[in-house]
């Protein structure tokens, strides 16, 4: 009679009893293999953090090329920024007489240009642990809302609780602007949301062993902590700091005096005032000097502008247009986009002025019918024309106009 190789059970007590050259093995030996398999990698980690297997900063360029549209200054420190990063991590315990220090980074630019999708692709290359956390929640210990140390729970959920694997990862915190001072007098009230925050970040931004509550909440006294070592993890923070432009303005008039005033504004694009951030800009808008020592790589992120939209819509991997292709596809539809479709649904990206973001609202707004109608209809080819996109817009808006009235 039949029987699995490892655990001896019959073909009658297993579902399945798969047949080798000189074996058998039931389905739950292949289940419990699985699981042993996922395990195993998890604790070596997919990345070993070795020079020979770490991506040089060209190669994370132009991995980052293919899912991100423009931005090629952000690009270019942030791959030189997490290369340095995982140098450091490579030549640990060899006895340097030199130590590197973690270079923290932060990603200043508007909604919708690219910031966390940046932060992602370069997690997903270098497949390391990483974890997207909001700064709005976070409060000051003893306060309604979520401790600082929540964001390392996060990650070692994203870790599958390997410590070792999370302490090598990255943290993207978002609305690192929403922290921000909420006044020049941090003594008239406590500004638990604010400044209470941002020295709550200063130790795990630096390093340190922190005591995480597994399942996230509060912490209390029975409650069985684990302990992580923030050092070798990477901490990338963005946030749109809307406004900043202002500060940034008046630094640069303050610096231009006398006669070479006039000549010397003339290289400034008034246009692209985040060009010329810097971080006294930072500090100036409400970020405490402490944090702000503890972020050293600064970056920004331009808005996009119509051509850099118009290249979002068809050209990266993950393409909207080859999104809704591949929907469409598994219906065995073929779609396609008339080009003067896809102008007309950047320009209402750009009269929305909610960069990336708005294209998929407004490809949502268009495509929704189609997709309600056609996968149970016959219709083999699908082709998405302007007079078709207009009316779908003018549609959606006459209902909101009606909402608000």
Same mark, same amino acid.
């Given at each position: 009679m039949d029987r699995c190789s490892f655990c001896g059970r019959t073909k009658k007590e297993s579902n399945i009893l798969i047949a080798g050259m000189s074996g058998h093995i039931c389905d739950r030996c292949v289940e419990q293999a699985t699981d042993i398999m996922k395990s195993e990698i998890t604790a070596k980690g997919a990345f070993d953090f070795e020079n020979k297997a770490l991506p040089k900063p060209l190669e994370m360029k132009n991995f980052l090329d293919e899912y991100v549209i423009g931005q090629d200054d952000a690009k270019k420190v942030i791959s030189v920024a997490?290369?340095?990063?995982?140098?450091?991590?490579?030549?640990? $315990?060899? *006895?340097?007489?030199?130590?590197?220090? &973690?270079?923290?980074?932060?990603? @200043?630019?508007?909604?919708g240009t690219g910031k966390t999708l940046i932060a992602r692709t370069i997690a997903k290359m270098l497949k390391v642990p990483f974890t997207i956390v909001d700064a709005t929640v976070l409060t000051e210990a003893g306060y309604v809302g979520e401790d600082v140390e929540s964001i390392l729970t996060r990650l070692l959920q994203v870790a599958d609780y390997n410590v070792k694997a999370a302490e090598k990862g990255i943290v993207f915190i978002d609305e690192l602007d929403k922290i921000a001072r909420k006044g020049d007098n941090p003594s008239i009230t406590r500004?638990?949301? $604010?400044? *209470?925050?941002?020295?709550?970040?200063? &130790?795990?931004?630096?390093?340190? @062993?922190?005591?995480?509550?597994?399942?996230?909440g509060r912490k209390h006294p029975e409650q069985r902590m684990i302990a992580v070592d923030t050092t070798d993890i990477l901490f990338i923070c963005g946030g749109a700091f809307d406004g900043i432009d202002k500060k940034i303005a008046q630094r640069l008039n303050t610096k231009i005096v006398g006669y070479s005033a006039s000549m010397d504004t003339e290289h400034i694009d008034k246009k692209n005032m985040l060009q010329y951030i810097a971080p006294q800009d930072l500090r100036s808008f409400g970020l405490i000097p402490e944090i702000i020592g503890r972020l050293p790589v600064l970056s920004y992120l331009l808005p996009l502008d119509k051509e850099a939209l118009r290249r979002i819509l068809t050209e990266p991997k993950n393409a909207l247009t080859k999104q809704y292709a591949h929907l469409f596809s598994m219906d065995k539809i073929d779609l396609s986009f008339d080009e003067e479709a896809l102008?007309?649904?950047?320009?209402?990206?750009?009269?929305?002025?909610?960069?990336?973001?708005?294209?998929?609202?407004?490809?949502?707004?268009?495509?929704?019918?189609?997709m309600y109608e056609l996968p149970s209809g016959k219709q083999k080819k699908y082709v998405v024309t302007l007079d078709e996109v207009r009316q779908k817009m003018e549609k959606t808006t006459l209902k909101k106009l009606r909402n608000i009235a």
């Open positions: 997490v290369y340095n990063h995982y140098k450091r991590l490579a030549q640990k $315990g060899k *006895g340097k007489d030199v130590e590197i220090e &973690k270079s923290n980074i932060v990603l @200043v630019g508007e909604t500004d638990v949301s $604010g400044e *209470g925050v941002q020295q709550g970040l200063l &130790k795990l931004l630096e390093g340190s @062993v922190v005591n995480v509550p597994p399942q996230g102008d007309y649904i950047v320009e209402k990206a750009v009269e929305f002025k909610v960069g990336a973001r708005g294209l998929r609202a407004i490809c949502e707004a268009v495509m929704i019918d189609s």
